[in-house]
């Protein structure tokens, strides 16, 4: 096999045959095998949550990356809510991006040294002073903090980190792999931002790529399409597999996310624009039952346009959306702003109960 020498695309099995896999790779697995097998003794339905943005490094040892965008936002709410609607979940994300719980208490939008207050002792000793928290945030920190103990203590959120696209790659594979053992119990929500492009180990340059030569050309090749893997293989068809579709162009979503249904055969694309994504995204699912296959597979690679035999009709397309304001604006009552993570995951629990049940 030439893979080495000019690849241009690559299979997911050509891709894994060649790229290696974090050295990590196998403590994971143990790790996610215990949880999946604790979740199941208990009864619970789990849900792979991957979330934040992969990076595409330009050497090896790493002083330039291509990034993905996304603070990781919609995964650590989604994941709150799945496990409010009692899922256990595996958070797969981004190092340093957003998680659950925490992610109240971003460094950046809510620091919390803003809401903690030095209170002197007044027992006239010299005993250190308390630390509390200000009246105004009480309420608030004490509904995530109770939250996030209740997980704790029942041992339902299971975290992975992620840096690379390769990482996701391998670490993807490995959780499918083992989560696959509970079937149509398992669901999969692809929220991470993954990007379409990568340098294989073999093309990296070792050290820190020199100015000297003047402008920079990279020739990048493709990430390997890995949900048809993902539905057919991995999962044996049997996962509730949802992906994201995020473009900038609204009128590319519907077609786009109809395209990635039609090529992969999984059971919902989340569609949403980039600067709409806090209060709109686009559900598109198939019709049931779905109608006959009109032509072969697309190969590995193959750029995702819609196929002539892709219409319309053969989609169910659901709009869900909340009021901007109330996205935006903090309700004055609660202080919080409204989430629509909160309708996505609720929307999808009850898909998920008739996937189980047998149904579409
Ligand atoms: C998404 O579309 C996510 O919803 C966002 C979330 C990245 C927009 P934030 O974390 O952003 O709230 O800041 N994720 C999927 C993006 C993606 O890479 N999709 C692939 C594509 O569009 C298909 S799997 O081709």
New binding site residues.
């Given amino acids: 096999m030439q893979a080495s020498v000019e690849p241009t695309s690559f299979s997911a099995e050509e891709y894994f045959a060649t790229q290696p896999p974090p050295s990590s790779l196998e403590d994971t697995i143990n790790s996610v095998r215990e949880f999946v097998a604790r979740q199941a003794k208990e009864g619970r339905n789990v849900v792979l949550v991957t ?3 992969t990076t595409v490094p330009l050497e090896l040892n790493v002083v330039r990356f291509l990034d ?8 650590a709410t989604s994941a709150e809510y799945f496990l409010k609607a009692g899922y256990a979940v595996i958070f797969m994300h981004r190092q340093f ?2 998680q659950p719980f925490s992610r109240h208490y971003s460094h950046s939008t809510n620091p919390f040294l803003d809401f903690l207050e030095i209170e002197p002792s007044n027992d006239g000793t010299t005993s250190a002073p308390d630390i509390c928290v200000t009246r105004e945030m009480r309420q608030d920190l004490l509904e995530v903090l109770t939250a996030y103990k209740s997980v704790q203590a029942a041992g339902t959120l299971h975290t992975l980190t992620f840096v690379t696209v390769n990482d996701y790659l391998w670490l993807l594979r490995a959780v499918t792999k083992e989560l696959s053992v509970l079937g149509k119990r398992a669901m999969y929500y ?5 990007s ?1 492009f990568f340098l294989p180990r073999q093309k990296l340059s070792e050290h820190k790529i020199q100015s000297g030569k003047g402008s920079l050309h990279i020739e990048m090749d493709q990430v390997p399409k890995i ?1 048809k893997p993902m539905v057919v293989e991995w999962t044996k068809g049997e996962g509730f597999i949802v ?5 900038t162009d609204e009128k590319l979503l519907a077609p ?1 996310a109809r395209a ?1 249904l039609e090529r992969y055969g999984h059971q919902v694309v ?1 569609g ?1 624009d ?1 600067n709409h ?2 209060y709109e995204v686009l559900f598109v699912e198939r019709k049931f039952p779905p109608p006959a296959s009109t032509g072969p597979a697309p190969e590995p690679g193959t750029p ?1 346009k819609e196929s002539p035999n892709s219409n319309s009709s053969q989609f169910v397309e659901t709009w869900l959306r909340i009021p901007v304001s109330a996205a935006t604006t903090p309700n004055p009552t609660t202080h919080k702003v409204k989430e629509i993570e909160e309708e996505i995951v609720a929307e999808l629990v009850k898909r998920h109960v008739r996937w189980i049940e047998g149904g579409r």
């Fill in positions: 979330s934040g943005g993905n965008f996304s603070a990781g936002t919609r995964g991006s957003l692809l929220a991470a931002a993954v379409d949900l992906s994201f579709k995020l473009e786009k990635a989340i949403n980039l994504r806090k995702e």
